[in-house]
């Protein structure tokens, strides 16, 4: 079994940034891609960013790409989420993940574990 444990949000105006980490218990065949997701109140869970763990590769979901940044910290087994110029609408609980899922990295069903989630809310 697999702990994800989150932090790092919190609120903050529009335009400003924020710092999400999430440290994993222990590093497996079943935890290659990490990747983070996002939900607000009323809508689908939704991609936001994902990092291959071997050779650090990767993909961001379409409303974030060139304000969100994924990087890995391999001494930590940790990965974090850098959002940039936040907007309203990233106002969500953001989940961290980690899974085997190969090229399936923004589908949530592909990754077998999960954090609790930590909330973002961006004020206009």
């Known amino acids: 079994q697999v702990q994800l444990v989150e932090s790092g949000g919190g609120l903050v105006q529009a335009g400003g940034s924020l710092r999400l980490s999430c440290v994993a218990s222990?590093?497996?065949?079943?935890?290659?891609?990490r990747g983070w997701f996002r939900q607000a109140p009323g809508k689908e869970r939704e991609f936001v960013a994902a990092?291959?763990?071997?050779?650090?590769?990767?993909y961001y979901g379409d409303s974030v790409k060139g304000r969100f940044t994924i990087f890995r910290d391999s001494t930590k087994n940790a990965v974090h989420l850098h959002m940039n110029n936040l907007e309203p609408e990233d106002t969500a609980i953001y989940y961290c993940?980690?899974?085997?899922?190969?090229?399936?990295?923004?589908?949530?069903?592909?990754?077998?574990?999960w954090g609790q989630g930590t909330q973002v809310t961006v004020t206009s």
């Open positions: 993940a980690a899974g085997a899922g190969g090229d399936q990295y923004a589908r949530s069903d592909s990754y077998n574990y």
């Open positions: 222990r590093r497996t065949f079943s935890t290659v891609n």
């Open positions: 990092i291959r763990w071997i050779g650090g590769n990767s």
